[in-house]
């Protein structure tokens, strides 16, 4: 309407925008009170993981990152945040296993934590979450498109254009830079055990440990190209697991034994 040129239909249009205006005006209090999750993203009617949080017990939510679908990518701030110890716990990198973020859900929506300064991160592939698909909304597996001996890779794989060619990959990259974490663990399905990690092995038996499964070393298929935890290991005086979950844990082990183990490994408690 605002591109014609006659004059009634300017008029029009100035109205229509004062009319806008005013309206605005007058929801002007309402919309400021509203919190700030309530933004258009978030109205989405796939409950991708759950919106309630404990007040106490988050101190904070960071959106890092937009998917290629314009999804939000948040992370949650949660525990002491003048613990000497870092840590980042991702829920869910392919859309297909997303044991990961019931255990992320249980921690945040849990009690307050102490003894670590710690983000839970639910998903970095909300649109692979969303269609339960382990790339994301381009086919990019994001475990491939990791800097660290990245490849051309194709079919479930494909590890996309470049390295960090997609935006849920450079957002992880930047976050993670700038909080420099001492642990990061990644949850993956279905290979039933924790990954090897050279470096730092008491980190990788306490996971062991608390959540009750074995230590294992992942072979990728093929060769392991561009994924996150070699990224990062290589580039970060920190150390970065991959936990590894059955085909389908139960709700209460992810509630309970395995939220409560992954906190105890990185140094955290209620
Ligand atoms: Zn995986």
Redesign the pocket.
Known sequence: MTSRRTRPAQLTAVVSVALVMLTAAALGGTATAQPRQSTPALDRPEPIYSEQVEAQTVLGVRRIGTSVDDRPIRAYHLGDRDAKTTAVVLGS??GN?KAGITVVDALRDGKPITGVDLWVIPTMNPDGVAAST?GNSRGVDL?RNFRHSWAPLTGSYYSGTGPFSEPESRAFKRFVNRVDPKFIVSF??PLYGVGKAGERRPFVRKLSRGLGLPIKAFNCTGECHGTMTSWFNANHTGTAV?V?FGSSPSRTYLRGKAAAGTLAAVGGGH
């Open positions: 990198m392919h296993e382990r475990n993956h399905q991959t590894e």
